[in-house]
């Protein structure tokens, strides 16, 4: 819904550390948890990259599952369900979220 | 991690990256050594690992550092549209502006008409369209915060509520320089909400249950709305209100005012 202005910021980080050199990939990890929607997002890349004046950058998406740590039982666990990040072994809710939340640029390829 | 490269003037380094994931370590950057004649390619890989909200939160702290240093508590009220958002908080302001200097920050896609409904109820209002071409931001982030900030007379202020834009999606992701979250969740909206928008009910501190008085007319009673808040979100303080008929409301102007003293 706004992957838009995620392209945006992530053009933004990418050009504090590519400055003026070309980019040629742009690596982003994406976790579970985040509500990005990748066609989307790889969509919305295609009209920042141009607009940001890098474009040839390829985006790469990597996933990351969510996992969590229960309060209850102690277990950690990957979720069931996005929508739900109740504990898988005992369905607590009073859980830590371990992984899934990632949101960021991970590596760019620059020439 | 360490991985040692012995080089042809002899030189030993080590690329102390954690990448995390596996993938093929190739080694295609120039070095800068001069020893890679006919090898480099002049492409070379730069270990980012930068958050994408860094620069959002980073003015998030701007936002909220500002406040503090007035003495001021900001909330972030959320919703979907349609929950009766801008009637809680004008029975809020109806309550509570004789006891603190309020500001609002009124987030709207292109109208003024929700700041018009708040207007002559005691509070500063500075209203902040975000439409920009695209049709419309669909959440407030903190750059757009912080120049509504600039409509607002800090020195004043003991309670500033930032109005998001109506979505349960996009706003949860967006730090806007708050103290705490807050949502308004009406009872029409059905009672699977919180599971399907996890992280916008996992966000937040306090959740007002709106529209109570039409419970009734419904298939599902106010425990079962309380049961799925508290399926993705235990800790939170969750108030049946209605502000239509005023039921449930001294609990949230309680909240409130305990929110607001915490300076």
Redesign the interface.
Do not use: P
């Given at each position: 819904?706004?992957e838009?202005?995620?392209c945006r910021?992530?053009a933004?980080?990418?050009k504090t550390?590519?400055g003026e050199?070309r980019v040629?990939v742009v690596r982003?990890q994406v976790g579970a948890?985040?509500?990005v929607v990748p066609d989307s997002l790889a969509f919305c890349w295609t009209i920042v990259r141009d607009d940001e004046n890098m474009p040839g950058a390829e985006l790469e998406l990597?996933f990351i599952p969510a996992e969590v740590q229960c309060h209850g039982c102690g277990q950690q666990s990957p979720i069931e369900s996005r929508?739900?990040?109740?504990c898988p072994q005992c369905r607590s809710?009073?859980v830590a979220v371990v992984c899934g939340e990632e949101?960021?640029?991970?590596?760019?390829?620059?020439? | 991690m360490g991985r040692f490269h012995r080089h042809d003037d002899g030189t030993v380094h080590s690329h102390d990256h954690d990448h995390g994931h596996e993938h093929e370590h190739e080694h295609e950057h120039d070095h800068g050594h001069g020893d890679h004649s006919g090898y480099a390619t002049g492409t070379e890989r730069i270990e980012v690992l930068e958050a994408i909200f860094a620069e959002n939160d980073n003015r998030a702290d701007i936002n909220r550092n500002a406040f503090q240093a007035h003495g001021i508590r900001a909330l972030n009220l959320m919703s979907s549209p349609g929950s009766g958002k801008t009637t809680v908080l004008a029975a809020t302001l109806d309550e509570l502006a004789g006891e603190f200097a309020v500001g609002i920050i009124e987030g709207d896609i292109a109208t003024d008409l929700d700041a018009a409904k708040l207007e002559g109820r005691g509070a500063q209002i500075s209203l902040l369209n975000t439409s920009n071409g695209f049709g419309g931001e669909c959440h407030l982030d903190a750059p757009m915060v912080n120049r509504a900030i600039g409509g607002l007379d800090l020195n004043t202020l003991d309670l500033v509520i930032v109005e998001n834009v109506g979505n349960l999606v996009c706003p949860a992701e967006f730090d806007v320089g708050e103290h705490a979250k807050a949502m308004v969740y009406s009872v029409t909206e059905g009672e699977d909400k919180p599971l399907k928008y996890p992280v916008m009910f996992r966000s937040v501190d306090v959740v007002l249950l709106n529209k109570i008085d039409l419970v009734p007319h419904l298939d599902a009673d106010v425990d079962t709305y309380i049961s799925r808040v508290r399926e993705v979100n235990p800790g939170a303080v969750i108030l049946p209100v209605s502000a239509r008929t005023g039921e449930g409301m001294s609990a949230w102007f309680n909240w409130l005012r305990d929110f607001a003293r915490k300076t």
């Open positions: 819904m706004h838009l202005s995620l910021a992530i933004g980080v990418v550390h590519a050199r040629d982003v948890l985040r509500q990597e929508f739900s990040v109740a809710a009073d949101f960021m640029v991970t590596s760019v390829d620059v020439t | -």
